[in-house]
């Protein structure tokens, strides 16, 4: 095979990577515009609709702290074949569903097999790739993640303005289909028999275990999973501080969501570019310190000058563009820390992040929705304890997990 061949491979293995990472958010955000057919549909309330999302991200966390550990001792290619199919036939199953409670319980599994594909991409990357790759190539699949959640809710607003909600199902069945097969033409196992970690899941899941006592590791995997707090806080309540708030139409907010989207796009461009020049323990700290400085500011100009619409914007795009840095900085380390055991790592880190996303998101609604603050403040909370995580654990002066020194 010939060097252009070989180049042009990796390309299309990545591109079915970073699509693989996009299933959980577009199957979190694709329905959303349809929770108010769902409810009259299922003669159910809206609370009640609202925990199909709450099945789903628990299923996601379930599932990768799961399916993660497995892949160490089974290999990934049998599990992300597994996975996207599942995907499809229980996609199929939640269009279908009867009624609310079949739903919830449908969207459960669907979090669960649609965590195999966003916890094994990150594995597969730590077998395939070394040294300077590796941070670029996690920066695309946190790209990814940041334009999929912007896109998924344009698509299933326009599958709505045709079809019914459970076409949305639908499509995310049909989705699933073409991840299987792009899995099956472009997705060969990176993990071979004598790499696989003996001792059976038995010992894969000690394995995993002794991953929780590396200090290191567990502060990037805390600072992720913070970071997500602050990022599914702002998910959860920006719709409320921009539209009911500041008085923005529904196009203005979605212009305001896109925006932002792009900064995490571009910070993730940006620290791509930067890991050439600059250890990605330097980086994750500037990532940290650019989210505290944005949601300290946000908090202290709210409460001296009371809700404006221009700082919380540009407060919250500064916010959104050191996640955008955070994310794949924090995946390198932790990656490269657990790459004794990648599966149980990408497990670890991923578990967390939708853990304390799931945890935080409906905290931000039960201090009330009259004020930014209370987004403001949890954003807040979330981006210190990340900080005292990364002083702490992480210890960025030591370089631990850095791709330029070796691993602890």
């Known amino acids: 095979m010939t060097l252009l061949q070989t180049a042009g491979r990796a390309r299309g293995l990545l591109t079915v990577l970073a699509c693989l990472t996009a299933v959980g958010p577009l199957a979190i955000d694709m329905y959303v515009p349809g929770f108010p057919a769902m409810s009259r549909t299922l003669h159910t309330s809206s609370s009640a609709v609202q925990l199909t999302l709450t099945?789903?991200?628990?299923?996601?966390?379930?599932?990768?702290?799961?399916?993660?550990?497995?892949?160490?001792?089974?290999?990934?290619?049998?599990?992300?074949?597994?996975?996207?199919?599942?995907?499809?036939?229980?996609?199929?199953?939640?269009?279908?569903?009867?009624?609310?409670?079949?739903?919830?319980?449908?969207?459960?599994?669907?979090?669960?097999?649609?965590?195999?594909?966003?916890?094994?991409?990150?594995?597969?990357?730590?077998?395939?790739?070394?040294?300077?790759?590796?941070?670029?190539?996690?920066?695309l699949l946190s790209q990814i993640m940041s334009v999929a959640p912007v896109a998924a809710p344009v698509i299933g607003a326009a599958i709505l303005s045709v079809f019914t909600w459970r076409s949305v199902f639908g499509a995310l069945c049909l989705i699933?289909?073409?991840?299987?097969?792009?899995?099956?033409?472009?997705?060969?196992?990176?993990?071979?028999?004598?790499?696989?970690?003996?001792?059976?899941?038995?010992?894969?899941?000690?394995?995993?275990?002794?991953?929780?006592?590396n200090r290191s590791f567990m502060g990037c995997a805390l600072v992720l999973g913070l970071a997500s707090a602050a990022l599914f806080s702002y998910?959860?309540?920006?719709?409320?501080?921009?539209?009911?708030?500041?008085?923005?139409?529904?196009?203005?907010?979605?212009?305001?969501?896109?925006?932002?989207?792009?900064?995490?796009?571009?910070?993730?461009?940006?620290?791509?570019?930067?890991?050439?020049?600059?250890?990605?323990?330097?980086?994750?700290?500037?990532?940290?310190?650019?989210?505290?400085?944005?949601?300290?500011?946000?908090?202290?100009?709210?409460?001296?000058?009371?809700?404006?619409?221009?700082a919380s914007w540009i407060c919250l795009f500064v916010v959104l563009c050191g996640i955008g840095m955070l994310i794949p900085a924090t995946m390198t380390l932790g990656q490269n820390l657990g790459r004794a055991t990648p599966g149980a790592a990408s497990a670890l880190l991923g578990g967390l992040q939708f853990l304390f996303g799931a945890i935080a998101s409906p905290v931000v609604g039960l201090f009330g929705e009259t004020s930014s603050l209370p987004m403001a403040l949890v954003m807040l909370v979330a981006a210190a304890l990340a900080a005292l995580a990364l002083i702490v654990l992480v210890r960025p002066r030591h370089g631990h997990g850095d791709i330029r020194t070796p691993t602890d």
Do not use: K, W
């Open 55 to 139: 099945a789903f991200l628990a299923g996601v966390v379930v599932g990768q702290l799961v399916i993660g550990p497995v892949s160490d001792s089974l290999g990934r290619r049998r599990l992300l074949i597994g996975g996207c199919a599942g995907f499809a036939a229980v996609a199929l199953v939640c269009a279908f569903a009867p009624g609310i409670g079949a739903l919830i319980a449908a969207r459960f599994l669907l979090g669960i097999v649609g965590a195999a594909g966003m916890v094994l991409a990150r594995a597969v990357i730590t077998d395939r790739f070394h040294g300077p790759e590796v941070p670029r190539h996690f920066a």
């Open 176 to 213: 699933g289909v073409l991840l299987l097969l792009a899995v099956l033409v472009m997705v060969p196992e990176s993990l071979p028999p004598e790499r696989r970690h003996s001792g059976g899941l038995a010992g894969t899941f000690h394995a995993m275990g002794r991953l929780t006592s």
């Open 235 to 310: 998910i959860s309540g920006s719709s409320f501080v921009f539209e009911r708030i500041h008085g923005a139409s529904p196009a203005l907010y979605s212009l305001i969501f896109a925006v932002n989207a792009i900064g995490m796009l571009l910070a993730g461009a940006v620290f791509s570019r930067l890991t050439h020049r600059i250890r990605v323990n330097t980086l994750l700290t500037a990532a940290v310190a650019v989210c505290l400085a944005g949601t300290l500011a946000e908090v202290l100009l709210t409460m001296a000058l009371g809700d404006g619409f221009a």
